[in-house]
Every structure is written in structure tokens, then in C-alpha cells.
């Protein structure tokens, strides 16, 4: 599993130097809408469509392909919340199976494009959207080390191990904002997913975390219970 871990490691380390392949990008892209992503910006959960799956390399199946991406926050508990199901069967990348997942989760924690990387997702574009998001933590999708997902800052390095839960079709797991630089919770998203073979396919737009239902519950009994207070 070491040469794996490298090979995950240096695929990584290659997409996290794409900013001169992105530059490029950033140079010639269309930057009058400013803080505005060239794909629309929408709450989680999204939704992405079913058979869009890409033979991105020519590799073949199996063409992994993207359903949901939820990304919750809870500000209790302070940590983010995340799933992404699909329509096709995945397995841990530790199975060593062909439909084994591998792909980026990205998070631009302080929504601003003017920090971190563009999204990898741009580098396989077309026949993907190109997203305007700064990355500043990503979580890499295949667990090298089984059902433990490495969690990277662009800036920092590999700051944690998320345990994660692997469905037939579904991966999951929760990341503490210590490791997101204490952020608020709020953070934009995009994904990239494939096979070791290749990247099979991408969220369109980008995503934004939205509190976790269980919290809305409690600020919405905490706002009315203020609420009955001041009307005594
Ligand atoms: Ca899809
Ligand atoms: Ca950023």
C-alpha cells in the first residue's frame, strides 16, 4: 500500500502545482464578474446528474458517477459534516477494487478565490465546468490507509485523518474545524471524483455548506425562546 500512498501522495502533490497549468487560466478567464464562479453557486445538497460520468483517459469503466454532495456545518460541535453518494457502486480505495474511489473534496474555507488553488476540477475541463474557487483544504477521497481519508491545507500540509464511512454507493465523514483554521463553518465546496485509472466525474457548480438541520432546530427554539422572553 506504501507505492499507493506515494502514487495518491504524488497525484496530489501534481494537482496541488496545477496553478501554472491554472494561471494560465486566471490570466485569460473573463474576471469582470468578480467573486462570481463561471458555475453557478448553490446550498448544499447538490444534486449532479445521473450518467454524466466521463471516460475522461480512455480507461474505461467502471465510470464512476457523482449523485449528492452534501457539506453540513455544526457550530456546536464544531465540525463540518460531509457525504457524497453515487449513482454507481464505489469501494475504499484500500479494497483495491476497480470501481475504488479516488477524487478531491474541496473546501474554499473563507470563500474568497483570491486564496488558495483554483479547483483541480478546472484542469480536467472540458469536459468539466470551470469553477472560480480558491482552495484552501481538500480532502483526498481514497483511503490509503483504510477507512482514514487524509485531510491536506494547501498552505500546511496534511493537518488530519478523517474516519470515514464507506457505503456500496456512498462515502462520509466529519471534519473538525480545528483542521479547516478554525473556520466558522461556512465554506464552498467542489468535488472531483474517478478510479486510479481516471477522473470519471465533477460537480458543475460550487457548492456552500449549510448548517446541519439539527442546529437550525436549535437556533430556531433558541430565537423563539428569546422571542417569548422579551414579550413578557
Ligand atoms: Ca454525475
Ligand atoms: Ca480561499
Do not use: C, Y
Request: proline letters at 9%; a negative charge; hydrophobic letters at 45%.
Amino acid at each position: 500500500m506504501r507505492s499507493l500512498r506515494a502514487l495518491i501522495i504524488t497525484g496530489a502533490t501534481v494537482a496541488l502545482a496545477l496553478p501554472a497549468n491554472a494561471d494560465e487560466w486566471w490570466l485569460t478567464a473573463d474576471r469582470t464578474g468578480s467573486g462570481m464562479p463561471e458555475g453557478e453557486r448553490q446550498p448544499s445538497p447538490i444534486v449532479d446528474p445521473m450518467g454524466d460520468a466521463s471516460n475522461t483517459f480512455g480507461a474505461g469503466p467502471p465510470l464512476t458517477d457523482i449523485d449528492t454532495v452534501t457539506v453540513t456545518f455544526d457550530p456546536v460541535a464544531e465540525q463540518l459534516f460531509f457525504s457524497l453518494t453515487f449513482h454507481t457502486p464505489i469501494a475504499p480505495l484500500s479494497a483495491g477494487r476497480p470501481e475504488s474511489l479516488v477524487g478531491l473534496l474541496e473546501f474554499d474555507i473563507d470563500q474568497s478565490a483570491a486564496t488558495g488553488l483554483p479547483p483541480i476540477q478546472n484542469t480536467f475541463s472540458p469536459p468539466f465546468a470551470r469553477l472560480r474557487t480558491g482552495v484552501d483544504v481538500l480532502v483526498l477521497l481514497g483511503d490509503t490507509t483504510p477507512a482514514l481519508l487524509d485531510v491536506f491545507d494547501v498552505n500546511l500540509g496534511l493537518v488530519g485523518q478523517v474516519k470515514a464511512t464507506f457505503g456500496p454507493m456512498s462515502v462520509s465523514g466529519f471534519i473538525p474545524f480545528a483542521w479547516l483554521r478554525n473556520d466558522d463553518g461556512i465554506v464552498d465546496f467542489t468535488t472531483t471524483i474517478g478510479t486510479l485509472a481516471q477522473p470519471t466525474d465533477a460537480l458543475e457548480v460550487v457548492g456552500f455548506s449549510v448548517p446541519e438541520p439539527g442546529t437550525i432546530t436549535l437556533l430556531g427554539l433558541a430565537t423563539m425562546a428569546v422571542g417569548r422572553r422579551r414579550r413578557r
